[in-house]
């Protein structure tokens, strides 16, 4: 299974940023579908997730209310739209997919990983 992050870049702050993730692989359409970031020096943290129908989305209080996660099942994409960036915002975002229902805020609980994405956010 291969994941293909993009949409990451240079914003200032206040800015917005609308990343996103493809496979070509129609099973993920089952998979709760993640996105993390790792910031220089820190861990990889979680900062949204959505189930496999859509219906239901989860975000790190970091974020809640900034950043929008969601699918399209039909062309097998995620996307995250991150407003109202902040320059703590800056990381390396990765998308995730994880094959048991419910969410995961624990990288080592997804099972397949995108290469990541470059954001930064100047203040």
């Known amino acids: 299974v291969q994941l293909q992050a993009s949409g990451g870049g240079l914003v200032q702050a206040g800015g917005s940023l609308r990343l996103s993730c493809a496979s070509s692989?129609?099973?993920?359409?089952?998979?709760?579908m993640g996105w993390f970031r790792q910031a220089p020096g820190k861990e990889r943290e979680f900062v949204a997730a959505?189930?496999?129908?859509?219906?239901?989305?989860y975000y790190a209080d970091s974020v809640k209310g900034r950043f929008t996660i969601s699918r399209d099942n039909a062309k097998i994409t995620v996307d995250l739209q991150m407003n109202s960036l902040k320059p703590e915002d800056t990381a390396v975002y990765y998308c995730?997919?994880?094959?048991?229902?419910?969410?995961?805020?624990?990288?080592?609980?997804?099972?397949?990983w995108g290469q990541g994405t470059q954001v930064t956010v100047s203040s």
């Open positions: 995730a997919a994880r094959g048991c229902s419910g969410n995961s805020h624990y990288p080592h609980m997804y099972d397949y």
């Open positions: 692989d129609r099973t993920l359409s089952t998979y709760v």
């Open positions: 959505i189930t496999w129908s859509g219906n239901t989305t």
